[in-house]
């Protein structure tokens, strides 16, 4: 049976299935690219899943066992509502998307954990036993069982270099990373005394050639 590391459930917070999915699908990738967890900043990881579905869970599994975390700016969401992400690392051709197969997504739906799910119980207030039952499944599955993996060779993505450097916002005097200053009325301010919106995505974007 697979093996999960005590702290990532911790981490996660409940015992639920999907946790368990994305941190044997963050595994399978690892395997796959043939590359380590990571310590610093190499994978960036796109995920599929949007806002409004439970399955979200899946990205503190894929977090967990790559390294590849939110804070250290290595987890995008692309907003798709699907349970698939792509894994890309520098040095290595393309990327590899993994998708949590039909046949597993439906094997998993008339589940007892799903009714609890379905009567708005949320995952902690569900009976161990039941919640565990769920993870075995995923725990015991073969990984062709549950995903389905496609190379994409012709993937590129640029990540955005970091820098240090920062100035004092001309209007509020609080510090602001350069890439985050804009002028109006020949000030360099912040985006909030600019009352602009952030445009973020303009930069993170991956680029798909
Ligand atoms: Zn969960
Ligand atoms: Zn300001």
Known sequence: MFKIPDWAFEFHGHLCPFMPIGYRMGS???????????????????????????????????????????????FERLYYGKIAATFWYPGINGAIRIYLRNEFQDKMAPHEFFTYRKKSIEPSQIPDNVSQDIINMVLTATDEELFTTTLMPDYTYKPVKGSFNKAACEICGEYVFERYLRVKDGKRICIPCAGHEPDEKVFYHPEIH
């Open 28 to 74: 399978l990738a690892l395997q796959k690219l043939g590359v380590e967890r990571c310590k610093d900043h190499e994978m960036h990881v796109f995920s599929e899943m949007g806002v409004g579905h439970p399955q979200t869970c899946m990205q503190d599994g894929i977090m967990a066992v790559t390294g590849a975390t939110f804070g250290k700016n290595m």
